[in-house]
């Protein structure tokens, strides 16, 4: 049993004020293995504080100083690869592979901010002018448990290399990751009050943040719902907020694709991260006449699709994170079901021989758009094969939602799929791919996917306010 009974507050581990606490699990048996003490409103309010002290020198530190800085927190983590890869397998139930090369990500992230940051304009010289980017000010991040390691970094870089101070609510069922990357902080040598982390709940915790008049921007990485609530309520103190929320992505595979090679591709997309992924392309749009064709295709791959073993290389779906997300989507199952689509794989209860929070990976087909397994995000490892007569249709369907984080195209002609691609109301498209290669690009959604863009430049624009001194 470990015991998480620290916050992290002015360069200080701290015992919280707060008494509450929560427990933790393995997801893979639903053993309990953990506890961790949550902060209140006092130990946030401490935090803030710390970071609105260290922010008066912070500001003022030269880009290379910050470099320097963000490169001890890349070596850090590296230092540490394995201890993190070994958390994030026991406590949130990713298969090994996967993990590593998150966690080799989220130090990556570091060094990518870092060059964006030698190139960044923090000021630019006019005629009559001067346009200086200042530092906003103190960072409040609420971060998920669904990649705890890039979503904490994603966020930590840029405010870093802005000039910004920092305090960060993680998931409070991420708190063994947590730790272990706090540790990495601290051995990096950060000025003290830079980085302050305070376990806690979004009711209390991040109410604290999202309220506090000292804190210039909120950036949360969540649902949709919640995302509606943080940008409401920090529009009282006008606080700056970036939103990376909900998405329900369409895989559109077109007439002329591979589909020896689309529908593996559709299976590892949607399936990515056990299917608990903002940008898992969970509708899969395919041409009615090749609808049988796919269907067997489906099935075929899917034998190729492990599920368990986390520790196994060749595993590539794990167990939901809580019993909370398992039941969610159980019942997502039953709705498909109800409603009249037919499940061509997998269905409702555990994998054969798995317990834990482990869930069928499913596919529906026969699915309409009207369809709520269609419609909503299920964060779990469900699809959807929703058939189109015309490319009209599938760009119809594709953009009939409330969200537009990610969407993908299958090909035999990238001119035809990129034309098809600007007409999708999506923050990216990728193209016969899953993965964005390009590190200098930004990511971010459209419509109720989110506000603001992180990656690169476009993260440390999102804490940077323009100041003109015009002579």
């Known amino acids: 049993m470990k015991i998480i009974d620290k916050i992290y507050v002015d360069g200080r581990f701290t015992a919280p004020h707060g008494t509450a606490t929560q427990d933790l699990y393995n997801p893979s048996t639903?053993?309990?293995?953990?506890?961790?003490?949550?902060g209140d409103q006092i130990d946030t309010d401490q935090a803030i504080e710390a970071a609105k002290k260290a922010f008066v020198t912070f500001s003022k530190s030269t880009v290379k100083e910050r470099g320097e800085i963000l490169q001890r927190l890349h070596d850090a983590i590296l230092a540490n690869e394995e201890e993190l890869?070994?958390?994030?397998?026991?406590?949130?139930?990713?298969?090994?592979?996967?993990?590593?090369?998150r966690t080799r990500y989220a130090a990556q992230i570091f060094r990518d901010t870092k060059a964006a940051m030698e190139s960044f304009e923090f000021e630019k010289q006019l005629e009559y002018a001067t346009i200086v980017n200042e530092p906003l000010g103190i960072i409040?991040?609420?971060?998920?448990?669904?990649?705890?390691?890039?979503?904490?970094?994603g966020k930590l870089a840029p405010a870093i290399a802005a000039g910004c101070t920092i305090v960060i609510k993680p998931s409070e069922l991420s708190a063994l990751q947590t730790q272990i990357l706090t540790e990495c902080f601290d051995q990096a040598g950060v000025p003290k009050g830079v980085i302050n982390i305070v376990n806690g709940t979004g009711p209390v915790v991040g109410t604290v943040l999202t309220a506090h008049p000292d804190i210039a921007v909120v950036t949360f990485t969540g649902s949709t719902q919640i995302g509606r609530v943080i940008g409401s309520k920090a529009a009282e103190t006008m606080k700056r907020v970036t939103l990376e929320l909900?998405?329900?992505?369409?895989?559109?595979?077109?007439?002329?694709?591979?589909?020896?090679?689309?529908?593996?591709?559709?299976?590892?997309?949607?399936?990515?991260?056990?299917?608990?992924?903002?940008h898992a392309g969970t509708r899969i749009l395919v041409p009615e006449s090749k609808l049988e064709e796919i269907k067997s295709l489906i099935i075929e791959n899917m034998k190729n699709i492990r599920i368990g073993d986390l520790w196994n290389s060749e595993s590539y779906i794990g167990p939901m994170v809580s019993q909370k997300q398992y039941d969610t989507v159980q019942r997502y199952i039953q709705s498909g079901w109800d409603q009249g689509a037919e499940i061509l794989v997998g269905g409702p209860g555990h994998p054969e021989g798995l317990g834990g929070f482990y869930a069928k990976p499913t596919v529906f087909v026969n699915v309409t758009p009207e369809m709520i397994i269609a419609k909503e995000e299920i964060f779990g490892p469900v699809l959807c094969v929703i058939t189109y007569k015309t490319e009209e249709e599938a760009i119809t369907i594709a953009n009939d939602t409330i969200y537009g984080l990610s969407a993908y195209i299958s090909s035999g002609d990238t001119e035809k799929a990129k034309q098809i691609a600007r007409q999708i109301i999506s923050g990216r498209v990728l193209i016969n791919t899953a993965v964005n290669r390009e590190s200098q690009s930004p990511f971010g959604g459209f419509k109720q996917s989110g506000i603001g863009r992180t990656s690169w430049a476009y993260g440390i624009d999102e804490y940077v306010e323009p100041k003109v001194i015009a002579v």
Not at 30 to 38: D, F, P, R, S
Not at 87 to 95: F, I, L, N, Q
């Open 85 to 101: 890869n070994k958390a994030a397998v026991e406590e949130y139930g990713s298969p090994i592979s996967a993990t590593k090369g």
């Open 246 to 278: 909900g998405g329900k992505s369409p895989n559109i595979i077109l007439e002329d694709a591979d589909l020896q090679k689309a529908i593996p591709l559709a299976l590892a997309i949607g399936f990515s991260n056990s299917g608990q992924a903002c």
């Open 30 to 38: 639903g053993e309990k293995i953990g506890i961790v003490h949550l």
């Open 140 to 153: 409040a991040a609420i971060t998920p448990w669904n990649a705890d390691y890039t979503h904490i970094c």
